[in-house]
């Protein structure tokens, strides 16, 4: 809530600068003069002193205004959402399987044969052979 709060008054500031800066008259000749920077519309609504006083205290606050804004943004929102490593997370529990869902009954497996013994008999095995010439 405060966040969007401060959100929204850096968004006000930001158009409020940007009045500021923009309604200014230029110091020198240069594009401002061209485009009748001599009598722009502060100039002929509060007077040609006070206009420049004025919205050059409106930007330099307003920037100040700005830059603290920003700076506790950008503190908040990294306390919001800290990055956390895969390991500081530990092993916990092992997902256990679970069986899927039976929405149609399962086939009944045909019976396996029984395994059949070899009717014949394997040869039997000689005893070693003896050697009587000793």
């Known amino acids: 809530m405060l966040y969007t709060f401060l959100l929204v008054l850096l968004v006000i500031d930001c158009f409020v600068v940007m009045l500021a800066i923009l309604l200014q ?3 020198g000749g240069g594009m401002a003069a061209s485009f009748g920077g001599a009598s722009s519309s502060p100039d002929a609504l509060i007077g ?3 206009a420049g006083n004025l919205l050059t205290k409106i930007s330099w606050w307003g920037g100040g205004i700005f830059l603290g804004l920003c700076f506790i943004l950008q503190i ?4 919001t959402s800290a990055p956390r490593s895969v390991l500081e997370k530990g092993l916990g529990t092992q997902p256990q399987n679970v069986a899927p869902p039976t929405s149609a009954p399962a086939v009944p497996l045909e019976a396996v044969p029984p395994a059949t013994t070899p009717t014949t008999k394997a040869p039997a095995e000689k ?6 010439k000793r």
Do not use: D, E, Y
């Open 25 to 27: 008259s230029g110091k």
């Open 48 to 50: 040609i002193r006070q």
């Open 76 to 79: 908040m929102s990294t306390h």
């Open 127 to 132: 005893p070693p052979a003896t050697n009587p």
